[in-house]
């Protein structure tokens, strides 16, 4: 773009000098991760019960691109599904995992949280978290996790297709606050929808992803003044 500046952000880890407690370091750009007041993930608990605008999910199936960013495994160029909330638009952009979990209940992680990142029209986000616990091979995820890239930076662009709304639970009761990016830059202002009910993945299924990915979980940061809200609605 003529007189454009493009920002190219440093290299992040999960530990060791490049790790979470040092991100804001990194960069300025990175400032928010050490600064920021609402940051993302939260421990679960203690949710004031409030009836909440239910989301509506227009997810359909869409042919998928899967990439391993030495970070996660993302799924993105995803066409044609998006959530409403509060009469907002927001399109489904792409989604990726971290192991373990990054939000918790009563501190006590997940083997893994998937995360459907949103983005609306004025570039607001919102992010649909599902905690994802041991159990029946989910065969919702089988497209993708046939695919998974061992390899950092590796691409399978697959034509494998994902039928996005078998993803979610059942009972789409959801957590609710306003956070961050759970990764540098940590941007505020982060709309977090986290599934009250989690679904469920076969041991094998959660070792074939911890094999390539582990340990891409940011600690838990302090709720601060915000207010942590389940959805109470019958």
């Known amino acids: 773009m003529c007189g454009g500046v493009v920002v190219v952000y440093p290299h992040f880890a999960y530990e060791g000098e490049d790790g979470p407690e040092n991100w804001a370091e990194l960069s300025a ?21 409030e009836n909440l605008e239910n989301i509506v999910f227009e997810y359909g199936e869409t042919a998928v691109n899967i990439l391993n960013n030495g970070h996660t495994i993302q799924v993105d160029q995803i066409q044609g599904s998006q959530i409403i909330i509060g009469g907002d638009n927001y399109q ?12 918790v209940v009563d501190g006590q992680p997940y083997p893994i949280e998937m995360h459907l990142v949103h983005r609306s029209a004025s570039g607001k986000l919102a992010v649909v ?11 919702a995820f089988a497209p993708v996790w046939a695919h998974l890239p061992a ?24 957590y609710r606050y306003s956070g961050s990016l759970t990764t540098p830059p940590c941007s505020e202002d982060v709309l977090w929808s986290v599934m009250h009910q989690p679904v469920e993945m076969s041991a094998a299924q959660i070792a074939a992803f911890t094999d390539i990915i582990a340990g891409n979980n940011r600690p838990v940061q302090p709720l601060n003044a915000r207010t942590l809200t389940l959805d109470e609605t019958p």
């Open 151 to 174: 390899e950092e930076m590796g691409i399978n662009a697959t034509g494998a297709t994902v039928q996005l709304a078998d993803l979610l639970p059942a009972d789409q009761t959801v």
């Open 29 to 49: 750009h990175y400032e928010t991760c050490a600064t920021g007041q609402a940051q993302s993930p939260i421990d679960l608990t203690s949710a004031n019960l």
């Open 129 to 139: 978290g599902v905690l994802i616990q041991e159990g029946a091979e989910n065969g």
């Open 92 to 103: 489904l952009a792409q989604f990726h995992f971290h192991a373990p979990s990054e939000h």
